[in-house]
């Protein structure tokens, strides 16, 4: 399909879906709609695209023919999705089509493939690895699930939003990857937290343990997007504990449905769930450091809410 070929609306314009927006609109996709459950974050985008800011989903569908949602949770899906509800994407479902690009639980995919497909529309999941710059860049990496030849058809488009775009299978699979991927990133943060933290602790110097880090089996990804952050305590979001904790959540459950126990994961999951009710969800994934370096550990502590 051309890039006219396209009128694209886009739910949820948070830090992901605002750079999505940016970079289609630079490639000159017609942007014709956006929505938000936070109306004016949505109709500032909306001035800045020169689009609609749509009252509602369904007003959305209503524009588009193909739907990008890019929400937060498996609970905020359902409301978009909500079944015979009067602002409901699937009031206009027949014809459009719809991709996931948030990360859900893989049986929430599946359910929203088939309410979409029921009332006559297509469903993609593309699930995103990557953060902020990528989506502004179009540098994403995108699994994706659902009919491969809904799939072939919208390629074109996900490879302008994209460096590396993955066929993983039907709808649900390419969830479970996403899951898999967030849990291991999680618990290398989690662990590079701790060896920074520990490091601190026995009075090494931290950016001379971040280079040994990164020449020896220590060395990962996170060491490269955090290291620096967890040492200067520079924790501006690109990727929250509150979603890391969510991500978290959703593969300990997959663990759980599988009857595995993996240790690792879930104090991994508890240490975010730590963050999130000390309020600091908010904060970068690297804010676990906060939680590992005994100076900060102790400040937390004495500001640690106390339960009557």
């Known amino acids: 399909m051309a890039r006219s070929g396209f009128r694209i609306g886009i739910v949820g314009v948070g830090r992901m879906g605002a750079n999505m927006a940016r970079r289609l609109h630079d490639l000159q996709y017609p942007i014709v709609a956006l929505y938000d459950i936070h109306a004016q974050r949505a109709q500032a985008l909306a001035a800045e695209l020169k689009c609609v800011a749509a009252r509602t989903p369904a ?7 193909t739907v990008l949602t890019v929400v937060s949770d498996d609970e905020a899906m359902r409301q978009i999705y909500a079944a015979g509800g009067q602002d409901s994407l699937l009031r206009h ?3 459009r089509l719809f991709i996931n690009c948030a990360t859900l639980s893989p049986d929430l995919q599946r359910d929203v493939h088939a309410l979409v497909e029921q009332q006559g529309g297509r469903s ?5 690895a990557s953060s902020i710059t990528q989506a502004r860049q179009g540098t994403l990496y995108l699994m994706c699930g659902g009919r491969p ?3 072939e058809q919208v390629k074109p488009l996900l490879q302008d939003l994209s460096a590396h775009l993955r066929y993983i299978g039907p709808a649900g699979e390419a969830a479970k990857v996403k899951a898999l991927v967030n849990m291991v990133m999680n618990a290398n943060t989690a662990a590079l937290a701790e060896g920074l933290g520990l490091g601190s602790a026995l009075g090494l110097d931290l950016t001379m343990l971040r280079e040994v880090f990164s020449q020896t089996g220590a060395n990962s990804r996170v060491l490269e997007t955090d290291g620096e952050d967890m040492q200067q305590r520079a924790h501006d979001c ?3 504990a509150a979603h890391a904790a969510k991500d978290s959540g959703i593969a300990c459950t997959l663990a759980q449905q599988a009857g595995l126990n993996l240790p690792l994961a879930q104090a991994t999951y508890d ?3 730590r963050l999130i009710d000390l309020g600091k969800g908010e904060l970068d994934k690297s804010a676990m450091a906060e939680l590992t370096f005994k100076d900060r550990l102790n ?3 004495r500001t640690r809410p106390r339960r009557s």
Do not use: K
């Open 59 to 65: 007003q959305l569908a209503e524009l588009a023919d």
């Open 271 to 273: 240490q975010y769930r």
């Open 93 to 95: 479902a027949p014809g």
């Open 299 to 301: 400040e937390t502590d």
């Open 124 to 128: 993609l999941e593309a699930c995103m």
């Open 149 to 151: 030849d809904v799939f």
């Open 238 to 240: 690109y990727f929250s």
